[in-house]
């Protein structure tokens, strides 16, 4: 059964990678969520797409360059004139407590291939195994040599790397740095590739899928998951066509 992951949160609705989001695309049905980490200058682990602050608050400059406290006074959903209330950067133990009270899986990327933010593997496994979370918690970066320190440093937890271009044999790839999942971009998974990754045990989450059309044939080939801006157009897609089998 595919499952539906909620990129950023349910972010065509609400202001991406806010708790607010998240919580939102759990009452939709989403099985899981992407989310994306990053480190702030005093080594918090927090969670934000950009290395930026500009696009998605009322601040400027580098996440690596500003406190925890600093990102704290920033409003996460202030381009968006609808919300009437702050939506504050959230701290990746914020979440990850909540997840506790749910069944949600989540993606975790880590943002560390322009900045390699050193320790940052360290300190995401470390409150993943705090709230015992390992088992549903998935690490991915386009950044493969962390995805291996990730790998080395906690092999009970999943990884997968992200890519966004076509791999030769990519389930063959995955296998030789010890992911049990592969996540490209939707351009780079046609169905063979998707089937034959399946086939040899690696499950595929592309990214981001957000037309009615590719939801269907993901949904058709029996995908293991995709990752969506919307998950409430994809369940009602998965209501209407259900998995054709092979």
Request: charged fraction near 25%.
């Amino acid at each position: 059964m595919t499952q539906i992951l909620a990129h950023r949160g349910f972010s065509a609705a609400f202001p991406e990678n806010t708790m607010k989001s998240f919580i939102e695309a759990e009452k939709a049905g989403a099985d899981g969520l992407e989310i994306d980490v990053q480190l702030t200058k005093d080594g918090e682990v927090v969670v934000i797409h950009d290395e930026k602050v500009d696009r998605t608050t009322n601040g400027i400059g580098f996440v690596k360059d500003l406190t925890y406290r600093d990102l704290q006074r920033l409003d996460a959903s202030y381009k968006n004139k609808k919300w009437l209330t702050k939506e504050p950067i959230p701290a990746f133990s914020k979440l990850l407590e909540w997840l506790t009270t749910n069944t949600l899986t989540c993606n975790v990327e880590l943002k560390n291939g322009i900045f390699p933010y050193t320790g940052m593997e360290e300190k995401v496994i470390s409150l993943i195994r705090h709230y015992k979370l390992e088992d549903r918690i998935i690490l991915s970066s386009f950044n493969h040599y962390s995805i291996v320190n990730c790998y080395r440093l906690a092999p009970e937890i999943e990884t997968a790397p992200l890519y966004s271009e076509g791999i030769y044999m990519p389930w063959i790839y995955a296998q030789s740095i010890k992911s049990k999942g592969i996540h490209p971009k939707l351009i780079a998974a046609p169905n063979e590739i998707i089937l034959r990754a399946m086939e040899n045990g690696i499950a595929v989450r592309p990214y981001t899928v957000n037309k009615e059309k590719d939801m269907q044939r993901l949904f058709e080939v029996g995908c293991t998951a995709f990752i969506t801006d919307n998950p409430v157009k994809a369940l009602e897609i998965k209501e209407k066509r259900p998995r054709i089998k092979n």
